[in-house]
């Protein structure tokens, strides 16, 4: 939904059109208050702001599900190092960094 002119409302004018603006946004609006001339709030529909929350989490879902996916094919193709070895290997190579800092 693209948002006109008229779907951006400074807060002073929010608060005292509150009523009419809830009305229009359960109508399907959605509102960007400002506050000194910046983005400050969305008022939206709380059908669509739990909409938006599922979609959020299905996304999270997905991009844990291409991790999973990436390290099973890593797995898969070899590319696995024990985990004690691989904490030594980074704790070795944070040290000989840190060391040539200070000298």
């Given at each position: 939904m693209a948002l006109s002119a008229r779907d951006v409302i400074p807060l002073s004018q929010a608060r005292a059109n509150l009523s009419e603006l809830a009305e229009q946004v359960k109508a399907g609006a959605e509102k960007i208050i400002t506050k000194n001339g910046e983005s400050?709030?969305?008022?939206?529909?709380?059908?669509?702001?739990?909409?938006?929350?599922?979609?959020?989490?299905e996304r999270i879902h997905l991009l844990l599900l291409d991790d999973a996916r990436?390290?099973?094919?890593?797995?898969?193709?070899?590319?696995?190092?024990?985990?004690?070895?691989?904490?030594a290997r980074l704790q070795k190579a944070h040290a000989s960094k840190a060391g040539r800092k200070r000298g």
């Amino acid at each position: 939904m693209a948002l006109s002119a008229r779907d951006v409302i400074p807060l002073s004018q929010a608060r005292a059109n509150l009523s009419e603006l809830a009305e229009q946004v359960k109508a399907g609006a959605e509102k960007i208050i400002t506050k000194n001339g910046e983005s400050y709030v969305a008022l939206i529909d709380a059908d669509r702001l739990d909409y938006y929350h599922r979609l959020e989490r299905e996304r999270i879902h997905l991009l844990l599900l291409d991790d999973a996916r990436r390290g099973l094919a890593d797995i898969a193709a070899g590319r696995t190092e024990d985990a004690d070895a691989a904490l030594a290997r980074l704790q070795k190579a944070h040290a000989s960094k840190a060391g040539r800092k200070r000298g």
